[in-house]
């Protein structure tokens, strides 16, 4: 499948990268356009509108569409401050929290705001290598650096290349050591 891309250069970079995971190739040849709001479309071609509050709805649609669904799984898009979007892998993520209404991404350099709730995060990833372990994190097991006993059965997980701690409550203690076969 092709499309053609008519769009800012920092969604370019963006929807380069969401159409390759797809296996949708980027021609200028292509009858069928994303375009983001505000840019003119070619005549003779079909265009597919997006701005920032809708991109989500495009990735959607791009995900119905594409042939490759199982090629893309493995990724999500987070929002950081200066409200760019970037494409993260799930071997890039270090844990999601939850905060108030917003769930976030943490890499090792930032925090990117997902789309997704805390809880179908843990359904989604559970066979990826995340596990829930407290009422407001999931956490890349891979990503775990040391596991230290805590008072009151908690634990605290020592996050490699961040210095960061993340506590693993009594409510979801026995999940978690069945998930790591303890």
Same mark, same amino acid.
Request: contains cysteine; hydrophobic residues 35%; aromatic residues 10%.
């Given at each position: 499948?092709?499309?053609?891309l008519?769009c800012?250069?920092?969604?370019t970079?963006?929807?380069?990268?969401i159409?390759?995971?797809?296996?949708?190739?980027?021609?200028?040849?292509a009858?069928?356009c994303?375009?983001?709001?505000?840019?003119?479309?070619?005549?003779?071609?079909?265009?597919?509108?997006f701005?920032?509050?809708?991109?989500?709805?495009?990735?959607?649609?791009?995900?119905?569409?594409s042939?490759?669904? $199982?090629?893309?799984?493995? %990724? @999500?898009?987070?929002?950081?401050? !200066?409200?760019? /979007? +970037?494409v993260?892998?799930? #071997?890039e993520i270090?844990?999601f929290?939850a905060?108030?209404?917003?769930?976030?991404?943490r890499?090792?350099?930032?925090?990117?705001?997902?789309?997704?709730?805390?809880y179908?995060?843990?359904?989604?990833?559970?066979?990826k290598?995340?596990?829930?372990?407290?009422?407001?994190f999931?956490?890349?097991? $891979?990503?775990?650096?040391? %596991? @230290?006993?805590?008072?009151n059965? !908690?634990?605290? /997980? +020592?996050?490699?290349?961040? #210095?960061?701690?993340?506590y693993?409550?009594?409510?979801?203690?026995?999940?978690?050591?069945?998930?790591?076969?303890?």
């Open positions: 499948m092709e499309m053609d008519i800012s250069e920092n969604m970079r963006v929807l380069k990268e159409l390759s995971i797809r296996k949708i190739e980027i021609s200028k040849d009858k069928v994303v375009i983001e709001k505000g840019f003119p479309l070619e005549k003779g071609k079909i265009g597919i509108y701005d920032m509050t809708t991109i989500n709805v495009l990735m959607d649609y791009l995900d119905e569409i042939t490759s669904k $199982e090629e893309f799984k493995n %990724i @999500i898009t987070g929002r950081c401050e !200066k409200d760019e /979007l +970037k993260l892998t799930y #071997d270090y844990y929290e905060m108030g209404n917003d769930v976030f991404g890499t090792r350099d930032k925090k990117y705001k997902v789309k997704e709730k805390l179908e995060l843990e359904e989604k990833l559970e066979s290598g995340f596990i829930r372990v407290s009422k407001c999931v956490v890349n097991i $891979e990503k775990v650096d040391r %596991i @230290i006993s805590w008072f059965s !908690k634990l605290i /997980l +020592k996050i490699m290349n961040i #210095d960061e701690e993340v693993v409550t009594r409510k979801y203690l026995n999940d978690f050591k069945k998930f790591l076969g303890v």
